[in-house]
């Protein structure tokens, strides 16, 4: 019940983040399962990457709850999304097996740095002068780039492709709502990579395929279904300045720990 319990505040956390800021949930959901999966005795060798591919396999579904809240808004520019999803969908595949063939714990201060990373953006404010393109060739290199660290490191990939398609043009909150929607290739071929890649290790626990362990996925996306369709609709509301420093300096922390641990 205390490992349902986690899973779901997860979940919650992941919706919200997803719903608010196109952010991937997989940005909590990652450090959370590291930590239960401490607890729970989890084989070393396996733990960073059944974190990181069940949490693909939540994107997928927080994914698909933001996208359609933000597509009922609005919120989508679907001529972008078709150029961008081909490449992100093929770099969902490259991040996954290069995940695949990284020991344990290289992948994880690689994520810690990612971590890292995000937090400093999140808290600078900075953000990209809009950029009038008119030509789309750049859209699936750009996805391409984005999809293989997102499926490296088991996110949606919102941190990358929310600036990206500002500095393009999109007003934020289109470039929210797409990013959301582009959750979903990446989501699909990167869960599947992850299931294949980890199919049949003998250090992985029961209940787990490959590296999608289903008691984790199952809690959290009970909850992030729920919650990132009212994020999304906060999202258009409710200036979410302070907030985002506060998740930007959770995340600070949470990085600090994976690269120091």
């Known amino acids: 019940m205390l490992d349902l319990t986690i899973y779901l ?8 983040t997803a719903g608010l800021f196109g952010v991937g949930g997989g940005l909590v959901v990652v450090p959370v399962l590291l930590l239960v999966f401490a607890v729970q005795g989890v084989e070393p060798t396996v733990a960073t990457h ?7 396999a939540t994107v997928l579904i927080t994914g698909a709850s933001s996208a359609y809240s933000h597509y009922r808004l609005g919120a989508v520019d679907f001529p972008v999304f078709l150029r961008l999803a081909a490449g992100m969908a093929l770099g969902g595949i490259i991040g996954a097996l ?6 344990g714990d290289t992948l994880q201060r690689i994520f810690g740095l990612f971590l890292f990373s995000v937090s400093a953006y999140l808290l600078s404010g900075w953000q990209p002068p809009r950029q009038d393109r008119r030509g789309n060739g750049d859209l699936p290199v750009a996805g391409t780039a984005i999809g293989t ?43 599947a990579t992850y299931l294949a890649v980890g199919w049949g290790h003998p250090d ?11 008691p ?4 959290i996306v009970a909850a992030s279904a729920v919650v990132s369709r009212y994020a999304a609709r906060l999202a258009h509301r409710v200036p979410a300045r302070r907030l985002r420093q506060l998740f930007a300096g959770f995340l600070m922390l949470v990085a600090l720990r994976l690269l120091l641990t």
């Not at 941190?159 to 500095?167: A, E, G, I, N, Q």
């Not at 984790?216 to 809690?219: E, I, L, N, S, Y």
């Open 216 to 219: 984790a996925f199952f809690g």
């Open 98 to 103: 290069a995940a695949g063939l990284l020991p």
């Open 149 to 191: 660290l997102s499926g490296m490191m088991g996110v949606s990939g919102g941190t990358m492709t929310v600036p990206y398609l500002v500095w393009r043009g999109l007003l934020m909150h289109r470039a929210v709502g797409t990013s959301a929607l582009g959750a979903l290739p990446l989501g699909l071929v990167g869960t």
């Open 9 to 16: 505040f997860a979940g919650a956390v992941a919706g919200l």
């Open 50 to 56: 059944l974190a990181i591919g069940t949490s693909m």
């Open 204 to 214: 992985l626990p029961g209940k787990a395929t490959g590296y999608v362990y289903w």
